[in-house]
């Protein structure tokens, strides 16, 4: 009786450790990976500035700026029934009151790898329209952090905006962030001036009303104002310049002028270390404009032709001039969205994140370790009762 015993627990103790080593193999990860209740809604609040009047479309002087109150509400979920196995899918949906005013929801969708978090290719990666495709998005980090991050580590994540990832770096780590009983990173988030995608452009810029070319009239006129008046140059070239010149002067006027505009920022981020999941958040996001100048240079290249002419050569001189100045000018301000996350926010997704913490221990420590320890003692006890066995028929 006690060597069946023995032998009985001797098997029951090595199938009690595999099962512990699978656990911590295999199936800790699967039941780690990302799940299909994804719920996490933030609430930001800070201003919105403008430097460009949003009626007129003209600067506004220094120290005139309008600055606005901004509410931003923030749920990023699941979409469960459009996940699989190894797949998740979720959405990102952003919206704004300004200034009592409600904006209409953007929406950004994500395809994820459940293991890793990176974005993987799928027709489920746009932004702002399922017709805004971001296929660059593969391989790179969005919104989740890893879990595996530490101090010094940097992270490749994609900003659909601008359509380009770029490595944040985690730059500190605090214990006890704010009171709230959890270790956070900070992660740098800092992005240098970047043009945006195109069709971003169109539906996020355009969709405020903010242009995206200028006609040859409206340049025109506001270079006049700034002194460069080229409608009076031309008419001066049309007396000198050869008709093959005049008509490729004439041809770029009928051209508009493309505006490029780009995002700048100094987001900082804070994680919580086991989790990955945000804590708290500063978004400080500018928005500028400046003119692509590479039509206008080919017409001041003609122009230029000119310059010595004994009739025109006095009032081509500034022009050359201002053209030099346009090439080189630094983007102007269009606005700026600078908020942050608010304190009951921060409290809500400190309690979510310890919440994780705790199944993640469970999981992937004290389930499998309880199951080896169980599966020793098992197994030490089977080989005791054995060699108990043996010496008694010694």
């Not at 007129?56 to 600055?67: D, F, H, N, R």
């Not at 080189?328 to 700026?336: D, H, Q, W």
Request: glycine share 6%; aromatic share 8%.
């Amino acid at each position: 009786m006690g060597k069946k015993t023995g032998i009985a627990l001797g098997v029951i103790g090595f199938v009690l450790v595999v099962v512990a080593i699978v656990w911590w193999v295999v199936l800790g990860p699967v039941l780690t990976k990302l799940p299909d209740d994804i719920n996490s809604p933030m609430d930001f609040e800070g201003n919105l500035t403008y430097y460009v009047d949003p009626a007129t479309k003209q600067a506004l002087p220094s120290g005139q700026e309008i600055v606005l109150p901004l509410k931003v509400s923030r749920v990023f979920s699941s979409i469960p029934n459009l996940y699989t196995s190894d797949v998740a899918v979720c959405e990102d949906r952003v919206a704004s009151t300004v200034a009592g005013q409600e904006r209409p929801a953007q929406i950004t969708q994500y395809a994820f790898d459940r293991k890793t978090r990176k974005c993987v290719q799928s027709d489920q990666n746009w932004a702002y329209s399922p017709n805004i495709l971001l296929p660059d998005r593969l391989g790179h980090y969005g919104p989740l952090f890893s879990r595996s991050l530490k101090v010094g580590d940097t992270q490749s994540t994609f900003f659909s905006d601008v359509n380009k990832a770029f490595d944040l770096k985690v730059v500190e780590k605090i214990k006890n962030y704010n009171g709230l009983g959890i270790t956070v990173l900070k992660v740098d988030s800092a992005r240098p001036a970047t043009e945006y995608h195109p069709a971003v452009a169109q539906a996020l810029l355009g969709g405020q009303g903010l242009p995206l070319e200028l006609t040859f009239d409206q340049l025109s006129a506001q270079l006049k104002a700034k002194g460069l008046d080229l409608e009076a140059l031309m008419a001066a070239l049309a007396t000198v310049a050869t008709p093959e010149d005049m008509q490729v002067l004439l041809a770029m006027t009928q051209e508009p002028v493309k505006l490029i505009y780009k995002q700048e920022s100094k987001d900082v981020v804070y994680i919580e270390q086991k989790t990955g999941a945000t804590i708290d958040a500063t978004f400080d996001r500018t928005t500028l404009m400046q003119v692509d100048t590479s039509g206008l240079l080919q017409a001041f290249a003609v122009v230029g032709k000119y310059a010595a002419d004994p009739t025109i050569g006095a009032a081509i001189a500034p022009v050359l001039q201002a053209a030099g100045g346009l090439t080189n000018a630094e983007p102007t301000k269009v606005y700026n969205q600078n908020m942050s996350i608010i304190g009951s926010s921060r409290s809500s997704l400190a309690a979510s994140a310890e919440k994780k913490i705790s199944t993640l221990c469970w999981v992937e420590l004290w389930v499998p370790l309880i199951v080896l320890l169980v599966g020793l003692i098992v197994l030490l006890l089977g080989g005791y009762l054995l060699l108990k066995v043996r010496r008694r028929y010694e």
